[in-house]
């Protein structure tokens, strides 16, 4: 999972999901693992509280899902090149199916972390208290 995660920050696909994924696996045998997770995960917490703390980010954040799985049924449906383009049609669209259908699952990806985010820290202060509060004794400690 890791290496696929690597691969998908080149590639299209959730790339920096993969890559927290095959670490929060490996970090149940490997401590080095764990140790790389636990900054990543407070981060990636944070700025999921942060992008629910206000309608316009939730809107612009929800405009990129829509954006992000248009594009990815456009490269599914793979229109011909249209007259505008410059370049050979080899260019017009690459990777074809493939890249299609990583874009819209990473699009629905997004959308269910926009929905954990909101649910769990959107008009909840509480939660984002314990968040600031964690990185700090994580800061302290390090």
Same mark, same amino acid.
């Given at each position: 999972? /890791?290496?696929? $995660?690597?691969?998908? /920050?080149?590639l299209? +696909?959730? $790339?920096?999901? $993969?890559?927290?994924?095959?670490?929060?696996?490996? #970090?149940? %045998?490997?401590d080095?693992?764990?140790?790389?997770?636990?900054?990543?995960?407070?981060?990636?917490?944070?700025?999921?509280? %942060?992008?629910?703390?206000?309608?316009?980010?939730?809107?612009? #954040?929800?405009?990129?899902?829509?954006? /992000?799985?248009?594009? +990815?049924?456009?490269?599914? /449906?793979k229109?011909?090149?249209?007259?505008?383009?410059?370049?050979?049609?080899?260019?017009?669209?690459?990777? $074809?199916? +493939?890249? +299609?259908?990583? %874009?819209?699952? #990473?699009?629905?990806?997004?959308?269910?972390?926009?929905v954990? #985010?909101?649910? *769990?820290? &959107?008009?909840?202060? !509480?939660?984002? *208290?314990?968040? &600031?509060?964690?990185?700090?004794?994580?800061? !302290?400690?390090?």
């Amino acid at each position: 999972m /890791l290496i696929v $995660g690597i691969a998908a /920050l080149i590639l299209p +696909g959730p $790339g920096l999901l $993969g890559v927290f994924a095959g670490l929060a696996l490996l #970090s149940q %045998q490997y401590d080095w693992a764990e140790r790389r997770t636990d900054p990543v995960k407070r981060k990636a917490l944070q700025a999921a509280a %942060q992008g629910v703390e206000t309608w316009p980010r939730i809107l612009a #954040s929800l405009l990129g899902v829509v954006f /992000l799985a248009a594009c +990815g049924v456009l490269w599914i /449906l793979k229109p011909p090149a249209p007259d505008w383009w410059p370049l050979s049609d080899v260019w017009w669209l690459p990777g $074809g199916l +493939g890249t +299609g259908i990583t %874009q819209v699952v #990473s699009a629905v990806i997004a959308a269910a972390l926009i929905v954990y #985010s909101y649910r *769990r820290f &959107h008009g909840n202060p !509480e939660a984002v *208290r314990e968040l &600031h509060e964690s990185d700090r004794a994580a800061t !302290e400690t390090a």
